[in-house]
């Protein structure tokens, strides 16, 4: 006879994801919340993105509304939707328990683009924060990218736009970029380029950013520092994510024989296309 013990899952990392609604009788610890707020953000764009995960399925695509802050020495790109659902933890954290009411509005904003990506330009480094079921950061230099510019031009948000192209990680790029706006920063890790990229796609067309609007309202730029977050290097990170890919069920927990014995748990593999390939 076989019995299965599960360990080790937090219960809203296990239902984030379920379409459940909790009754207001029902209540849960609240939500652990800490941040490092490095300054205000004078200019944010927002930016359309529309990506595959699922390289048997190119044309499935998943979209999201991303921001990019951008400080005088800092910058953050991620999910809108994972600063709403902080903004949400911060106001429950101060609370002993929470019910169900705030259960469902927590559950009902969730991060569609998973990772973010924050630049610091007086130490030329970024710190990423990414999910393989839990959350890890990694640190990495500010990567170089080497450009082949073009004449070609187009608009965007009324911004006149050049053409430029490159490889960074195993894909091929076509960004367009304004000089009206002469930042050299963009979507995700991209940069380098004298004016703020405004769209960029990757060749077999997985990974599209495109700006869709501007504004200047100043935003706290920040970065979750909880306890929960596991600080690894970046091959660590690449390895682990893989892992969950392959076998998403070995990282809920462990199952056990009736001996006591621990048995292996074997899940079908997830779909996975990472930005990076290298």
């Known amino acids: 006879m076989k019995f299965i013990v599960v360990l080790s899952v937090t219960f809203i990392s296990f239902i984030k994801g379920q379409d459940t609604k909790f009754p207001d009788n029902f209540t849960l610890q609240a939500p652990k919340y800490q941040v490092k707020i ?15 995960d699922n390289i048997n399925v190119p044309e499935s695509k998943k979209e999201a509304l991303c921001i990019l802050q951008l400080g005088n020495s800092h910058s953050k790109f991620s999910d809108n939707k994972g600063v709403q659902q902080d903004s949400i933890s911060e106001k429950f954290s101060h609370q002993e328990r929470i019910g169900g009411k705030e259960i469902n509005q927590l559950l009902k904003v969730r991060e569609i683009w998973s990772n973010i990506i924050f630049k610091n330009k007086l130490t030329d480094s970024l710190i990423i924060q990414d999910k393989a079921k839990n959350k890890y950061q990694y640190n990495e230099k500010i990567p170089f990218f080497t450009w082949t510019m073009s ?3 187009k608009k965007i948000l009324n911004y006149e736009c050049k053409k430029a192209t490159t490889r960074y990680r195993g894909r091929d790029y076509t960004a367009w970029y304004t000089d009206k706006i002469p930042i050299s920063n963009g979507p995700y890790v991209f940069g380098g380029l004298p004016g703020l990229i405004l769209e960029i796609e990757d060749n077999k067309k997985y990974f599209h950013f495109e700006a869709i609007a501007v504004d200047q309202k100043p935003t706290d730029i920040y970065l979750r520092n909880d306890k929960s977050i596991f600080k690894v290097s970046r091959d660590k990170f690449r390895m682990i994510q893989q892992s969950y890919y392959d076998n998403p069920g070995f990282f809920h927990g462990k199952v056990y024989n009736g001996d006591g014995s621990q048995m292996p748990i074997k899940s079908n593999p997830l779909p ?5 390939l290298e």
């Open 38 to 52: 490095y300054e205000k953000s004078n200019l944010n764009i927002y930016y359309q993105v529309k990506f595959s």
């Open 151 to 153: 004449e070609e031009r």
């Open 272 to 276: 996975y296309n990472p930005i990076e």
